[in-house]
Structures are given as structure tokens and as C-alpha cells.
């Protein structure tokens, strides 16, 4: 992933915002594999993030938060659903940032 990105900005002057934000979306779903993540999603003043009830295990939810949650903002609602208020970040370009 980061050698497309960095053979793309050698070959072009300008990268575009949007060809940006992809690769911080694709970066970011690629770390969060490894953790199980099914899915990241916003909700009114909240982001949420839900792992697989199939594949989840306490430890790695332990260390999804050891390695993300530095500052103790994650709030644990079920062992399979966390969430985050979304005022703690500038914008949602920010909070995917967290993740790579």
C-alpha cells in the first residue's frame, strides 16, 4: 500500500484530496483487520466501532485499546462495540489517521 501511494506522488505534482482520503480509508481497514473490526461507523456525536462476534477474543480487544486509546476516550458498550464521541477529533479525516 504505501509503495502504490509513494509511486503515485513521484510520478504526479499534485495528489488529489480524494485519491487522499482512499488510501487513509484503505490503510486504515487494513490495520483494522488484524483487530477484527467489522465495521467503523458514524452516528450522530459518535463514532462506533464493532468487531466480529465470531472472532474476537478479550485479549485483542485489550490491545486494539492499549495501541488506539491512548488518552481513555473509547468507551466499551458490549465486548464487541466501542465508541468514541466525535467532538475529541477535528474531523473524521483525524479519527481514521488514529489507525495507521
Known amino acids: 500500500m504505501d509503495y502504490a501511494y509513494r509511486t503515485f506522488v513521484e ?27 467489522a465495521s467503523v461507523r458514524k ?5 462506533f ?7 474476537m477474543k478479550l485479549e485483542l480487544l ?3 485499546l492499549r495501541i488506539f486509546d491512548k488518552k481513555k ?3 466499551i458498550i458490549t465486548p464487541f462495540k466501542i465508541s468514541v ?9 483525524e479519527f481514521l489517521k488514529i489507525f495507521v
Request: hydrophobic share 35%; charged share 35%.
Open 62 to 64: 485489550k490491545e486494539f
Open 11 to 37: 510520478s504526479n505534482d499534485l495528489v488529489p484530496e480524494e485519491l487522499e482520503n482512499l488510501f487513509l480509508v484503505l490503510k486504515s481497514k487494513l490495520s483494522l483487520k488484524h483487530y477484527k473490526v
Open 49 to 55: 466501532i464493532e468487531f466480529d462476534k465470531n472472532e
Open 85 to 93: 464521541e466525535t467532538q475529541l477529533f477535528k474531523n473524521d479525516k
Open 73 to 75: 476516550d473509547f468507551v
Open 43 to 47: 452516528v450522530l456525536k459518535n463514532y
